[in-house]
């Protein structure tokens, strides 16, 4: 170890100091070669004392304060990837355990030429509730007759339909193909805001006009 003279240490002032190479310099003249190479014309300096100064210790201080803010980035990086990752995982899961909707198709309109009287009659009475529940009421009228619409106009119709929260119908044949048993059950709102729960029993008259089925008469009587 031989001792030079020259600039004094910072810490202890000393003027007598020597030149070393640590393992920063050797790395980065390996993993930088060939720029790397220059860093070996800054050794560190280390006085007599022991304490290291100079501008090799500034470059290596620079170099490891870089590399721990690039870590602690990658870090940050890694982190929010996962939490990420983990948050879609998440919700592909619960997505997965939620229950399918089950959908009721509405029974389209169909012509006495395509199916027989009596299943043309109970897919109107199915598709009159369908779209009753749905709360297509314009459409639900015109599955109605002449005559009933007359003695039923739109106005008070829609205002004794449309207080219902939702509604369903059950239907099996009759002797008659036009006329079709019905079990309807209803919750309706009431005044107090709340709702309730009812249930009838009766049958749904058709009839064929203008080439198709339309729901003529319906007498119903209240169980439940």
């Not at 870590?71 to 939620?98: C, I, K, P, W």
């Amino acid at each position: 170890m031989h001792l030079t003279s020259g600039a004094a240490c910072p810490q202890c002032f000393s003027t007598l100091y020597y030149r070393k190479y640590t393992v920063w310099h050797f790395l980065i003249a390996l993993f930088l070669f060939p720029v790397g190479l220059l860093f070996l014309l800054a050794p560190v300096q280390r006085c007599e004392n022991g304490h290291s100064y100079g501008l090799g210790k500034w470059i290596i201080n620079i170099i490891i304060g870089t590399l721990i803010v690039i870590l602690m980035l990658v870090a940050l990086v890694v982190y929010a990837f996962m939490r990420h990752a983990g948050t879609n995982e998440l919700s592909d899961r619960q997505a997965s355990t939620l229950p399918e909707a089950v959908v009721t198709p509405i029974v389209q309109a169909t012509t006495a030429a395509e199916l027989p009287s009596g299943e043309i009659a109970a897919g109107a009475v199915q598709q009159f509730y369908g779209l009753w529940d749905a709360q297509r009421l314009p459409e639900a009228y015109q599955l109605l007759s002449n005559r009933y619409r007359v003695e039923h106009p739109y106005g008070a119709w829609e205002k004794s339909h449309e207080g219902v929260v939702h509604i369903s119908v059950q239907t099996r044949p009759t002797e008659d193909p036009l006329t079709v048993a019905v079990v309807v059950k209803s919750t309706d709102r009431t005044n107090g805001g709340g709702t309730t729960d009812s249930e009838y029993h009766g049958t749904w008259s058709a009839i064929h006009e203008a080439g198709a089925v339309k729901l003529d008469r319906v007498e119903l009587s209240q169980t439940r």
